[in-house]
Nanobody
């Protein structure tokens, strides 16, 4: 059974940093493109960043230059380093495989990120 466990969220002031982690199990992690997604109150879930099996990355325009996605295949973990956080980054952050996210399947509990001004 696929399990995704996001952690590392919290309350931070604007301009601060957080590092999110997502531990994965129940599938072959290293063969899957992984992504971080977020859902702000009253808004649809959106893609934040994605990393391929080969380590190529892509980011939403709103986070380019501030967020960095990485992965550790030995630990079955994907990370999201978030710097210079802004109030508009406030959301619940989720990780998922690209395939499962496209089917709107397999979402975990997420981790709350709140940025205060």
């Amino acid at each position: 059974q696929v399990q995704l466990a996001e952690s590392g969220g919290g309350l931070v002031q604007a301009g601060g940093s957080l590092r999110l982690s997502c531990g994965a199990s129940g599938f072959i992690f290293k063969t899957n493109t992984m992504g971080w997604y977020r859902q702000a109150p009253g808004k649809q879930r959106e893609l934040v960043a994605i990393i391929t099996t080969g380590g190529r990355t892509n980011y939403a325009d709103s986070v380019k230059g501030r967020f960095t996605i990485s992965r550790d295949n030995a630990k079955n973990t994907v990370y999201l380093q978030m710097n210079n956080l802004q109030t508009e980054d406030t959301a619940v952050y989720y990780c998922n495989t690209e395939l499962r996210s496209s089917r709107d399947q397999g979402w975990g509990q997420g981790t709350q990120v709140t940025v205060s001004s």
